[in-house]
Structure formats: structure tokens, C-alpha cells
């Protein structure tokens, strides 16, 4: 999302740099126009499991603490499983092509 998001000049909702406009400003149809889109975006980018948790927070920005706050820390067990995965991982009779993918 960092780089889709400069692309479509719309990293400012996410990183606070863009404010949120009151109701009666004439700004406020578009902010929310993009708004909802960068929702969308993120909503379509995690699995279903988690946007559905999220999907009824009002800003992309909120949406985005949300998210950082579930993975910025370390998960311990998680990485623990990973790396015992990735150990016993052998090539065998996949393509190279295969194999780099699942690795």
C-alpha cells in the first residue's frame, strides 16, 4: 500500500498529512469520494476475515492504525512456525521456478 498509494497521490489519507474536512466545506464531497476509495483499496488488499473486521471504521486513516496496531509487533510463535517451515523445505522434484515461489 506505500507504493500504490503516492502513486494515486493518496498517501496523505493514511499518514495524516491530508485532513479530514468538515461537513459544511467545500471540500468535503471529494475528501470523501477519496476516502471511501483508499477504504476500498485496503479493504480488497487483506482476506476477508479481516476486512470484514474492518469495514465499518469511517477513515482510511483509522483503518490504517487498525492495522498497524494487529502487526507491528512481533508474533513469536508465528515466526517460530515460519522459520521451521522454511528448514524444512526441500526442492525435490519442483520446477526451480516452483520451488523459489513457495519459499
Known amino acids: 500500500m506505500i507504493v500504490a498509494l503516492p502513486a494515486k497521490n493518496k498517501l496523505g ?3 495524516n498529512s491530508i ?3 468538515r461537513y459544511d466545506n467545500l471540500l468535503y464531497g471529494s475528501w ?3 476516502n471511501s476509495m483508499v477504504i476500498s483499496w485496503i479493504l480488497n488488499s487483506v482476506t476477508r476475515y479481516i476486512a470484514d473486521s ?3 471504521m469511517p477513515t482510511s486513516r483509522e483503518i490504517w492504525i487498525d ?3 494487529r502487526f507491528h509487533e512481533s508474533n513469536a510463535p508465528r515466526v517460530y512456525r515460519i522459520k521451521k517451515l ?3 523445505l526441500r526442492q525435490g522434484s519442483m520446477e526451480v521456478s516452483s520451488y523459489y515461489t513457495k519459499l
Open 86 to 88: 522454511l528448514s524444512g
Open 54 to 56: 474492518l469495514m465499518y
Open 13 to 15: 489519507f493514511i499518514d
Open 19 to 21: 485532513d479530514q474536512y
Open 32 to 34: 470523501t469520494r477519496c
Open 67 to 69: 492495522i498497524y496496531d
